[in-house]
């Protein structure tokens, strides 16, 4: 078999990652084949019928033996299912299965008479084939490249070879048809990128900020072709898994990035447009470096980082140091020990001087009635915030908003 991965390899971390991010985006999944187990437990899910020989333990294990590290495969089996074979890393991978066109009745009796099966229904192979994301070639393969590109950035260029599966072939890879496919990945992104994880390492937003658009530049051309908001999304997975990646280079705990990166990839998912999703990506930048910042010249502890993430990021929701400390798994009396001596107050007086700075540009920055902004920084009770902030500023909300407008 090919190259396997270990269980603590950062190889392994990048595929995992990538892994969930193009399947949570698109309902496409990627399998890794590097054991026997890997490839029983894809056949056995996926299988329907003897017919799909790709489906069967044996010739799928030969097929990821004989592959060349130049190719993918794209393969269509008798059932019109597809699915991508090809290597990153030295690694097999599958893409799929997926469906690039539609199923009905007549084509389901018409692929029965064809292969001469008689023990299936119409009903149940509509159903089997409508279990699988529809996607067509290209989406198929942009996102096969550019989990190639997050996996490896500097795989060769590959070529895509066409394969009609028949039911009788005993060659699992025999050429059919190959069509010469640039991946997409200029060279000089790679340089641009190096700079990139280098300034996420670093915590200088700024300067990954200028690389990202740099790289963007790189890959214009790209990105007009086909749907450009899309293609941005793909893009956007790519470039979320190298911030991840790089964060974690940068020692940033795990449990800091997992919160950033969770309420971004939702931005991600659910972006309209492409400002959206550039915007999206610019926000987990300066997110990610704030951090990684923060543990460079605070030395904040990974559980005062997540602490102060949330806080952050949560101050308008009613926030409850029980839930708060159960959700880090640790005690309460620890989370407030721990924040005091890392950041001189306790949790609670940081969320209330956190929403009275909130609550003083509210004030100063539009005509919102004092119920109004005590609402809008997570505070129910108008009189209760009135009373917060007289204490912490020495005057009503009214008078302060007085005090500082012309």
Request: aromatic share 10%; hydrophobic share 40%.
């Amino acid at each position: 078999m090919k190259q396997q991965i270990s269980e603590h390899d950062p190889l392994r971390i990048r595929v995992e990652t990538a892994m969930t991010l193009l399947s949570s985006l698109y309902r496409i999944n990627i399998t890794c084949l590097y054991a026997e187990e890997q490839i029983e437990a894809f056949c056995s899910l996926y299988r329907l019928h003897k017919v799909q020989r790709y489906f069967q333990k044996d010739y799928l294990a030969s097929a990821c033996e004989e592959m060349k590290q130049t190719r993918i495969y794209h393969i269509n089996d008798p059932f019109m299912i597809h699915f991508l074979l090809f290597t990153a890393a030295g690694i097999p991978f599958i893409l799929g299965p997926f469906s690039p066109s539609l199923l009905n009745r007549k084509a389901a009796e018409d692929i029965f008479a064809q292969q001469k099966i008689q023990n299936l229904e119409a009903d149940k192979l509509i159903a089997y084939h409508d279990s699988f994301p529809y996607i067509n070639e290209k989406q198929a393969l942009d996102i096969c490249f550019s989990f190639i590109h997050t996996i490896n950035p500097e795989e060769p260029q590959k070529e895509v070879m066409q394969l009609q599966a028949e039911a009788r072939s005993e060659e699992p890879l025999q050429d059919t048809q190959v069509v010469t496919s640039n991946p997409r990945m200029l060279e000089k992104r790679y340089i641009h990128e190096e700079q990139f994880k280098h300034s996420i390492r670093s915590g200088n937003a700024r300067s990954a900020l200028y690389h990202l658009r740099m790289m963007e530049q790189d890959t214009t051309f790209y990105k007009t072709k086909g749907n450009r908001l899309e293609n941005e999304r793909i893009g956007a997975v790519i470039d979320h898994t190298v911030v991840r990646m790089s964060a974690i280079e940068a020692g940033l705990p795990v449990v800091v990035i997992d919160r950033i990166t969770i309420d971004n990839i939702a931005l991600i998912t659910r972006a309209k447009t492409v400002d959206e999703l550039l915007q999206a990506k610019e926000d987990l930048i300066r997110s990610i470096c704030k951090a990684i910042l923060e543990m460079k010249t605070q030395k904040y502890s990974a559980v005062v980082q997540s602490a102060l993430y949330y806080l952050d990021h949560h101050y308008t929701d009613r926030i409850a140091l029980p839930a708060l400390s159960e959700e880090l798994d640790i005690s309460e009396n620890y989370l407030i020990k721990k924040f005091k001596a890392e950041t001189g107050v306790t949790p609670t007086t940081y969320l209330n001087q956190l929403r009275v700075r909130q609550a003083e540009t509210l004030l100063l920055n539009g005509s919102a009635t004092i119920g109004e902004i005590s609402f809008a920084v997570g505070i129910e009770d108008a009189n209760y915030f009135v009373k917060l902030f007289k204490k912490y500023n020495g005057q009503t909300p009214s008078d302060y908003r007085r005090s500082h407008t012309v």
